[in-house]
């Protein structure tokens, strides 16, 4: 088993910056890829960004590229997405996932392992 705890939500301004930290603890072995998902109420969990937990292969979605990036540290077992130029559409709550599947991974239903969820709200 894989256990995923995220941390770095909060309440920010539209164009401020965040930083969300995963850190990864239990089976991490069994990780091939790593990845950012974002929901809001009504709203089915959407993909943000993925990278390859071996290598340094990433994915962002359209909407955040540029302004968001997904970066590791493995030495830590720790996933991190930066968050710059925030929007008030970007508030959601954040989640981090795990995933066996080889290869970035965009698709939710391919993940293993998520995390509890944290909070990110940007006011205008």
């Known amino acids: 088993q894989v256990h995923l705890v995220e941390s770095g939500g909060g309440l920010v301004q539209a164009g401020d910056s965040l930083r969300l930290s995963c850190v990864a603890s239990g089976r991490t072995h069994s990780i091939y890829s790593m990845g950012w998902f974002r929901q809001t109420p009504g709203k089915e969990r959407e993909f943000v960004a993925a990278?390859?937990?071996?290598?340094?292969?990433?994915k962002h979605t359209d909407s955040v590229k540029g302004r968001f990036t997904i970066s590791k540290d493995n030495g830590k077992s720790t996933l991190y997405l930066q968050m710059d130029s925030l929007k008030i559409d970007d508030t959601a709550v954040y989640y981090c996932a795990a995933s066996q599947t080889l290869g970035i991974v965009t698709d939710r239903g391919a993940y293993d392992h998520w995390g509890q969820g944290t909070q990110v709200t940007v006011s205008s």
């Open positions: 990278i390859t937990w071996i290598g340094m292969s990433t």
